[in-house]
T-cell receptor, first 114, second 111 residues
Framework: EPEVTQTPSHQVTQMGQEVILRCVPI?????FYWYRQILGQKVEFLVS????????KSEIFDDQFSVERPDGSNFTLKIRSTKLEDSAMYFC????????????FGSGTQLSVL | EDQVTQSPEALRLQEGESSSLNCSYT??????LFWYRQDPGKGPEFLFT???AGEEKEKERLKATLTKKESFLHITAPKPEDSATYLC????????????FGKGTKLSVKP
């Protein structure tokens, strides 16, 4: 069965450094998402992406965050200057038609900011 | 106030002991209620979508139901491999195109 692939599985960085989290969504999917989950807390929406542009974003997704689909297969999340509170598990997801149907999630990237 | 509340937070069952998990929601204009399963260190895995009150869906030992205020995930004769965290999420008119998740119910099934 097709799956969403995320790399790396773990990322350790120093506060203030830039990180790029990478995702390969399922090939025929059109909608892409980033969610995050701080340890012990809820899964939270960050951003959705469709037709090469951001369709929705949450309050968490401020100017320090950006997303890009640099080619036909990859979908990336960049954090320009990481903060301690950015430490979380970041999940990429994709869907065929939109957020009102099932999302396929990747296994996540555990980001630790020191 | 939380828009999606799941109970209990944790549930321990013996193998074969049936039970139900609850997800209550306070949003208006519900457009979809989702159940996901999450194993430790993994992303959520889709189980069901319910769109209207009275709707029911089944998959193996799991059955999801929906009313105007809540959803139940019924687990019949669970097995140890059903141990996971079960997440409820809603999509509604005011959610700006995204899912609002509950905190989940951590289910442990002992042999």
């Amino acid at each position: 069965e097709p799956e969403v692939t995320q790399t790396p599985s773990h990322q350790v960085t120093q506060m203030g450094q830039e990180v790029i989290l990478r995702c390969v969504p399922i090939s025929n999917h059109l909608y892409f998402y980033w969610y995050r989950q701080i340890l012990g807390q809820k899964v939270e929406f960050l951003v959705s992406f469709y037709n090469n542009e951001i369709s929705e974003k949450s309050e968490i997704f401020d100017d320090q965050f950006s997303v890009e689909r640099p080619d036909g297969s990859n979908f990336t999340l960049k954090i320009r200057s990481t903060k301690l509170e950015d430490s979380a598990m970041y999940f990429c997801a994709s869907s065929v038609q939109g957020p009102n149907e099932k999302l396929f999630f990747g296994s996540g990237t555990q980001l630790s900011v020191l | 106030e939380d828009q999606v509340t799941q109970s209990p937070e944790a549930l321990r069952l013996q193998e074969g002991e049936s039970s139900s998990l609850n997800c209550s929601y306070t949003v208006s204009g519900l457009r979809g209620l989702f159940w996901y399963r999450q194993d430790p260190g993994k992303g959520p895995e889709f189980l069901f979508t319910l769109y209207s009150a009275g709707e029911e869906k089944e998959k193996e030992r799991l059955k999801a139901t929906l009313t105007k205020k809540e959803s139940f995930l019924h687990i019949t004769a669970p097995k140890p491999e059903d141990s996971a965290t079960y997440l409820c999420a809603v999509f509604y008119g005011g959610s700006q195109g995204n899912l609002i998740f509950g905190k989940g119910t951590k289910l442990s099934v002992k042999p």
